[in-house]
């Protein structure tokens, strides 16, 4: 494993959230000034494709990256665009009993206000 991608990797599993590219780019440049952000791109990319990380698709939004592999859901809050990831382990079960089928794969991203967003506007 190169320097760079022990950086990048690192940066990801100490993140909170569920940071872009460019968060990571900017973190990374810190401890390594001449990192460029293809690097940091072409990374991720390699991570993602070898599924140590997930890359998550969000309409109008950069790609976001999550170090939590197994499967699971996302809540996206729709002032402050955090990104919190959200267990739901009967959800599955529940929609093959229901369409009678073998569920693959799938993704639910649930569309809210966060609480630090609903307290501001209290």
């Known amino acids: 494993m190169t320097k760079?991608?022990?950086?990048?990797?690192?940066?990801?599993?100490?993140?909170?959230?569920?940071?872009?590219?460019?968060e990571l780019y900017w973190e990374a440049k810190k401890e390594m000034p001449n990192i460029s952000m293809g690097t940091v791109y072409r990374n991720l990319g390699q991570m993602a494709e070898e599924g140590s990380i997930v890359r998550l698709h969000f309409p109008g939004q950069p790609d976001h990256y999550d170090k939590t592999i197994h499967p699971h859901?996302?809540?996206?809050?729709?002032?402050c665009g955090a990104i919190s990831d959200v267990e739901l382990s009967s959800l599955k079960s529940m929609i093959e009993d229901t369409l009678s089928v073998d569920?693959?794969?799938?993704?639910?991203?649930?569309?809210?206000?966060?609480?630090?967003?609903?307290?501001?506007?209290?």
Do not use: F, G, M, W
Not at 4 to 22: C, D, K, M, V
Not at 73 to 79: L, Q
Not at 114 to 119: E, L
């Open 103 to 122: 569920i693959l794969s799938y993704e639910l991203n649930i569309q809210c206000v966060c609480n630090a967003c609903q307290s501001k506007a209290s």
């Open 4 to 22: 760079q991608q022990q950086i990048i990797r690192r940066l990801l599993e100490q993140s909170e959230t569920h940071p872009t590219a460019e």
């Open 73 to 79: 859901d996302h809540a996206i809050c729709v002032k």
